[in-house]
């Protein structure tokens, strides 16, 4: 383990987020659950568990992108694959939510909450690219600690080599949402997309024309492209390619 790698587990065993008892993970459809917030690309995903920093759950596809084999790979592991250059970005990433969550939400949500931020990281084929992190606590244990979360990594080569060096939490469960955050920006809330505008940002990502989408959503083609031009106006894009990176870079889908 590399001494930045060490920085990374220092901060997740902090004494006032790390759990001192194990956490029993509750009973989801994991497809189900990475399918709701996974953005467009190849990803895998695994739980992590901060009582013993073990994973498990790991998907398949972990081996198409690090060519780890799912059945032995390590937390440690998927923390080696992350750019040198990154990983103090990762430890201070993880430390400022730690801390903002803890100041200035409150342990009592969160479980509301989803992390994402990007970082480089190590392919099967020996080269870097970039990779979106999207993380859900899914339990706590008696006194607010960290228990196990949902870890997804998805490839985002096609959209950009360049990382933003900012996160976002978006909310859940009709908590607030706080975007582009970095360790000294102000708080911006993210744009207040309805249910419906999120399902046709995910099909426009998946290449779906408006005639498409309105076949999908059993709506008329006209609303559709209402929402289109709404959605382009709540997020200040110009088009929706712009719009479509925007929202999978912030976590917004």
Same mark, same amino acid.
């Given at each position: 383990m590399t001494k930045e790698i060490q920085k990374l587990h220092d901060v997740w065993h902090d004494t006032q987020n790390r759990s001192v008892q194990n956490t029993i993970l509750p009973k989801i459809t994991f497809d189900d659950l990475t399918n709701s917030i996974i953005s467009t690309g190849p990803f895998y !995903? !695994?739980?992590v568990d901060f009582f013993d920093m073990s994973i498990s759950n790991v998907s398949?596809? &972990?081996s198409e992108i690090h060519g /780890?084999?799912?059945n032995v790979v390590t937390f440690n592991d998927v923390l080696g694959t992350i750019h040198p250059d990154d990983v103090s970005f990762v430890v201070q990433m %993880?430390?400022?939510?730690?801390?903002? /969550? !803890?100041? @200035?939400i409150g342990a009592q949500k969160l479980l509301s909450y989803k992390i994402n931020y990007c970082f480089r990281s190590m392919m099967k084929e020996g080269n870097y690219g970039m990779l979106n992190h999207q993380? &859900? *606590?899914?339990?706590l244990? %008696?006194? #607010?600690g960290y228990g196990k979360s949902l870890n997804i990594h998805t490839r985002i080569d096609h959209l950009t080599n360049q990382n933003t060096y900012k996160g976002s939490l978006i #909310? *859940? @469960?009709g908590e607030p949402s706080y975007m582009d955050l970095n360790f000294n920006t102000d708080i911006k809330k993210a744009p207040e997309f309805s249910k419906r505008e999120i399902d046709i940002i995910k099909n426009i990502a998946d290449g779906l024309s408006s005639i498409e989408i309105a076949e999908k959503l059993f709506i008329s083609d006209f609303t559709v492209k209402k929402h289109r031009k709404n959605i382009l106006n709540k997020s200040a894009c110009k088009n929706t390619a712009q719009l479509v990176k925007s929202c999978i870079l912030q976590g917004i889908i």
């Amino acid at each position: 383990m590399t001494k930045e790698i060490q920085k990374l587990h220092d901060v997740w065993h902090d004494t006032q987020n790390r759990s001192v008892q194990n956490t029993i993970l509750p009973k989801i459809t994991f497809d189900d659950l990475t399918n709701s917030i996974i953005s467009t690309g190849p990803f895998y !995903y !695994y739980v992590v568990d901060f009582f013993d920093m073990s994973i498990s759950n790991v998907s398949s596809s &972990i081996s198409e992108i690090h060519g /780890f084999d799912p059945n032995v790979v390590t937390f440690n592991d998927v923390l080696g694959t992350i750019h040198p250059d990154d990983v103090s970005f990762v430890v201070q990433m %993880e430390d400022f939510f730690n801390d903002f /969550f !803890y100041n @200035n939400i409150g342990a009592q949500k969160l479980l509301s909450y989803k992390i994402n931020y990007c970082f480089r990281s190590m392919m099967k084929e020996g080269n870097y690219g970039m990779l979106n992190h999207q993380s &859900i *606590l899914l339990t706590l244990d %008696e006194d #607010g600690g960290y228990g196990k979360s949902l870890n997804i990594h998805t490839r985002i080569d096609h959209l950009t080599n360049q990382n933003t060096y900012k996160g976002s939490l978006i #909310g *859940l @469960n009709g908590e607030p949402s706080y975007m582009d955050l970095n360790f000294n920006t102000d708080i911006k809330k993210a744009p207040e997309f309805s249910k419906r505008e999120i399902d046709i940002i995910k099909n426009i990502a998946d290449g779906l024309s408006s005639i498409e989408i309105a076949e999908k959503l059993f709506i008329s083609d006209f609303t559709v492209k209402k929402h289109r031009k709404n959605i382009l106006n709540k997020s200040a894009c110009k088009n929706t390619a712009q719009l479509v990176k925007s929202c999978i870079l912030q976590g917004i889908i």
